[in-house]
């Protein structure tokens, strides 16, 4: 089966860095995407990972690990506005079918 | 640029009846996502298409149809309303099919069904 998971809920202070992750079971795999969705909002794209290794795009990073099935999303010197849920998608094989894990909501707190 | 539009924004309906949701993308793109997204859970791929050919369908019954025109928009169409339809339908669109290639969403239409 095809299966994403990653933990329901965080919570992390102002300042503070922040490691969201997510672990993945799919029938094929042409790359993991992080967006970033505010409640009522359209999700937005963060970062994509194909290649195993660590990917830095300013106050965010996204890390991937073929082999085990797992990517996390680092943010650094959190901001009340990152407070939003992030969510992990794989595409599948010939690039046609996008799944997303359920999200993790992060709470900022002052 | 305009991003991807979607209407309408808001849809109340009955068990029973049919709705049809309309997406634009963004200019230049060729490729249109449909998905599904209830409260408190990802969103839920149900079509995409790309060069008005489909080219993924998730695991949603026959009632959920789509299809995409010669401008690259498209419609989802959905027959015989359940309660359990009701959700935040979402289009996304993509330049071409690449798989790196991010998708751009809409704001969604949020569907109610009394």
């Known amino acids: 089966g095809q299966n994403i998971d990653q933990p329901t809920e965080m919570t992390a202070t102002e300042g503070a860095i922040v490691q969201i992750n997510c672990t993945y079971q799919t029938s094929g795999f042409n790359g993991l995407f992080w967006y970033q969705q505010h409640a009522g909002e359209a999700p937005t794209f963060l970062s994509y990972?194909?290649?195993?290794g660590l990917e830095e795009k300013g106050r965010f990073s996204s890390f991937l690990s073929r082999s085990k099935g797992y990517s996390y999303l680092l943010l650094k010197e959190l901001q009340m506005k990152d407070s939003a849920s992030y969510l992990c998608?794989?595409?599948?094989?010939?690039?046609?079918?996008?799944?997303f894990g359920a999200g993790t909501r992060l709470f900022v707190k002052a | 640029d305009a991003g991807v539009t979607q209407s309408p924004t808001h849809l109340i309906k009955t068990r029973g009846q049919h709705v049809t949701l309309r997406c634009s993308p963004i200019?230049?793109?060729?490729?249109v996502s449909w998905y599904q997204q209830v409260l408190g859970q990802g969103p839920q791929f149900i079509f995409q298409?790309?060069?008005?050919?489909?080219?993924g369908r998730g695991n949603f019954p026959d009632r959920f149809s789509a299809r995409q025109f010669p401008n690259y928009s498209s419609e989802l169409n959905v027959n015989a309303l359940l309660l359990g339809d009701s959700a935040l339908y979402l289009c996304?669109?993509?330049?071409?099919?690449?798989?790196?290639?991010?998708?751009?969403f809409g704001d969604g239409t949020r569907l109610s069904i009394l």
């Open positions: 996304a669109s993509s330049r071409d099919n690449l798989p790196h290639q991010p998708q751009h």
């Open positions: 298409y790309y060069e008005k050919e489909e080219r």
């Open positions: 998608a794989v595409k599948g094989t010939g690039g046609f079918k996008t799944i």
């Open positions: 990972n194909v290649l195993d």
């Open positions: 200019s230049g793109h060729k490729s």
